[in-house]
Nanobody, 118 residues
Framework: QVQLVESGGGLVQAGESLRLSCAASGSIRSISTMGWYRQAPGKQRDMVSVITSGGTTVYADSVKGRFTISRDNAKNALYLQMNSLKPEDTGVYYC????????????WGQGTQVTVSS
């Protein structure tokens, strides 16, 4: 099993920045790709950004050029630097990890709220 705990959410104004962190523990070697998803009120959970164990990154079009994902394998940590935040970035942000054997997003954190006011 893998446990994921997010931190760093909060209330900010449009144009400001936040940095989310995700601490992973447990069977770390069982996970490969990690990522951030977000869920806005009344909407489905969508991918924000993912990063493979080798460092390849993918971003949703809506955050390209503003968000940067990174991971520190030595610290078992995942980060999301969010700059130039917009009100439409508001939502609950979830850290997720894909299991190597199943290739599914089997592990999820509890989520951290990000609210961007206009």
């Amino acid at each position: 099993q893998v446990q994921l705990v997010e931190s760093g959410g909060g209330l900010v104004q449009a144009g400001e920045s936040l940095r989310l962190s995700c601490a992973a523990s447990g069977s770390i070697r069982s996970i490969s790709t990690m990522g951030w998803y977000r869920q806005a009120p009344g909407k489905q959970r969508d991918m924000v950004s993912v990063i493979t164990s080798g460092g390849t990154t993918v971003y949703a079009d809506s955050v390209k050029g503003r968000f940067t994902i990174s991971r520190d394998n030595a610290k078992n940590a995942l980060y999301l630097q969010m700059n130039s935040l917009k009100p439409e970035d508001t939502g609950v942000y979830y850290c997720a990890a894909r299991q190597r054997t199943t290739n599914r997003w089997d592990y999820w954190g509890q989520g951290t709220q990000v609210t961007v006011s206009s």
